[in-house]
């Protein structure tokens, strides 16, 4: 059992502040991922997981117990960093076998287990080659197990994979996934790359300035973004934010975009709306929820950008600039032309044009 659970955790540095008032709950088992651009504040909060760095505030609590004083060692915490730290004298087997030697394992179950992981991570037929002149994937490969076949009860890995190539990549996104279920360990994974966070995580939270903005599942935080920094980070492109304008006429309010066109609002965000002290309000689609059968919108197309079986279609009009993403079944604006389209009510997200927080509405 390893639920972790961070509570007002804050870390300043002199002045500034890397961490602020961090409040979240690790379930025992889950794979969370921390996600957010460089300098967000995600490995100051591992180290303090970890026990590397000391807390300015707040309490770190593992299955309940606050741990801030319990030095590194005897938190039970398995740690692969960003930039991974292999004995490279040694070999591929050796270095496999150093945790579990330090921990005093019998020589015939360091060799089962070194099998075992070997096996899993498929780093057999090297298993006596000198690290030293491995190429980076299998250095990367090499830094997961040796820290996974402590089996410990937290795992925590801190961008494990942005040194290595895409293919890689792809590779090691599914095997450590599986890996996890196979050993049932609580993950805390750091990452700036939305994908890795959304195709692995059962949770991601979502940090930027030293913040959690959200936390929730990759559909929920797809779906319904807190806010339009959450909103624009996740999916690839992110989500579009327009600026518009609220109008009334009978009983039917929507929101205008000048010059692209009039969006009637659903119920839902029509009473989500009145909490707005102004007209002003942003506009959120999906570029995926471009409906190109539909009408009432109209903008100019660029770029058309076909991508394998997706184009990015790149529309402006004066300020407001968008992107829709089509599949290959359907017939392409070309570039250079006014193009109409639109986009299904429910798909309609609407935020705050002055805090970026989401209008709360009917979730769907
Ligand atoms: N020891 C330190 N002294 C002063 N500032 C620090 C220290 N460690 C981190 N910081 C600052 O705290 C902020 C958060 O750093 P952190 O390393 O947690 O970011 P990160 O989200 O892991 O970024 P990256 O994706 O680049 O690894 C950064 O602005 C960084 O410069
Ligand atoms: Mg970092």
Same mark, same amino acid.
């Given at each position: 059992?390893?639920?972790?659970?961070l509570?007002?955790?804050?870390?300043?540095?002199?002045?500034?502040?890397?961490?602020?008032?961090?409040?979240?709950?690790?379930?025992?088992?889950?794979?969370?991922?921390?996600?957010?651009?460089?300098?967000?504040?995600?490995?100051?909060?591992?180290n303090?997981?970890?026990?590397?760095?000391?807390?300015?505030? @707040?309490?770190?609590?593992?299955n309940?117990?606050?741990?801030?004083?319990?030095?590194?060692?005897?938190?039970?915490?398995?740690?692969?960093? &960003?930039?991974?730290?292999?004995?490279?004298?040694?070999?591929?087997?050796?270095?496999?076998?150093?945790?579990?030697?330090?921990?005093?394992?019998?020589?015939?179950?360091?060799?089962?287990?070194?099998?075992?992981?070997?096996?899993?991570?498929?780093?057999?037929?090297?298993?006596?080659?000198?690290?030293?002149?491995l190429?980076?994937?299998?250095l990367?490969r090499?830094?997961?197990?040796?820290?996974?076949?402590?089996e410990?009860?937290?795992?925590?890995?801190?961008?494990?994979?942005?040194n290595?190539?895409?293919?890689?990549?792809?590779?090691?996104?599914?095997?450590?996934?599986?890996? &996890?279920?196979?050993?049932?360990?609580?993950?805390?994974?750091v990452?700036?790359?939305?994908?890795?966070?959304?195709?692995?995580a059962?949770?991601i939270?979502?940090?930027?300035?030293?913040?959690?903005?959200?936390?929730?599942?990759?559909l929920e935080?797809?779906n319904?973004?807190a806010?339009?920094?959450?909103?624009?980070?996740?999916?690839?492109?992110?989500?579009?934010?327009? &600026?518009?304008?609220?109008?009334?006429?009978?009983?039917?309010a929507?929101?205008g975009?000048p010059g692209?066109g009039?969006?009637?609002?659903?119920?839902?965000?029509?009473?989500?709306?009145?909490?707005l002290?102004?007209?002003?309000?942003?506009?959120?689609?999906?570029?995926?929820?471009?409906?190109?059968?539909?009408?009432?919108?109209?903008?100019?197309?660029?770029?058309?950008?076909?991508?394998g079986?997706?184009?990015?279609?790149?529309l402006?009009? @004066?300020?407001?600039?968008?992107?829709?993403?089509?599949?290959?079944?359907?017939?392409?604006p070309?570039?250079?032309?006014?193009?109409?389209?639109?986009?299904?009510?429910?798909d309609?997200?609407?935020?705050d044009?002055?805090?970026?927080?989401a209008?709360?509405a009917?979730t769907?």
């Amino acid at each position: 059992m390893s639920e972790i659970v961070l509570e007002s955790l804050g870390k300043t540095f002199g002045d500034f502040t890397a961490l602020a008032d961090m409040n979240l709950t690790i379930a025992n088992g889950e794979f969370m991922a921390l996600l957010g651009p460089s300098g967000c504040g995600k490995s100051t909060t591992m180290n303090m997981i970890a026990g590397m760095l000391r807390p300015s505030c @707040g309490a770190i609590r593992f299955n309940g117990q606050d741990v801030v004083d319990v030095p590194m060692a005897k938190r039970g915490v398995g740690f692969v960093f &960003q930039n991974y730290a292999i004995f490279t004298h040694m070999s591929v087997r050796e270095n496999l076998a150093y945790g579990l030697r330090a921990q005093g394992v019998p020589t015939a179950d360091i060799k089962k287990r070194i099998q075992a992981f070997a096996e899993l991570l498929q780093l057999e037929s090297m298993l006596n080659r000198r690290a030293a002149g491995l190429s980076v994937n299998i250095l990367q490969r090499l830094a997961i197990g040796r820290s996974a076949i402590l089996e410990p009860a937290i795992f925590l890995l801190d961008e494990p994979l942005s040194n290595v190539d895409a293919a890689f990549r792809a590779v090691m996104r599914s095997e450590l996934k599986s890996l &996890q279920g196979q050993f049932g360990q609580t993950m805390v994974y750091v990452t700036h790359d939305q994908l890795e966070a959304m195709t692995m995580a059962d949770r991601i939270a979502v940090m930027d300035h030293g913040k959690l903005l959200q936390v929730g599942t990759p559909l929920e935080i797809y779906n319904n973004p807190a806010d339009t920094f959450v909103a624009k980070f996740i999916g690839a492109p992110g989500m579009n934010i327009l &600026q518009g304008r609220l109008s009334q006429s009978a009983d039917v309010a929507s929101v205008g975009v000048p010059g692209v066109g009039s969006i009637p609002l659903s119920p839902a965000l029509q009473s989500a709306v009145r909490q707005l002290t102004g007209p002003e309000v942003q506009v959120g689609f999906r570029p995926e929820q471009v409906n190109v059968a539909g009408a009432g919108l109209t903008m100019h197309v660029g770029l058309v950008e076909r991508i394998g079986a997706r184009t990015i279609v790149h529309l402006e009009r @004066g300020e407001t600039t968008a992107k829709a993403v089509l599949p290959a079944d359907v017939a392409l604006p070309k570039a250079q032309s006014d193009w109409t389209f639109a986009v299904p009510q429910e798909d309609i997200r609407l935020f705050d044009p002055k805090s970026g927080q989401a209008l709360k509405a009917r979730t769907h």
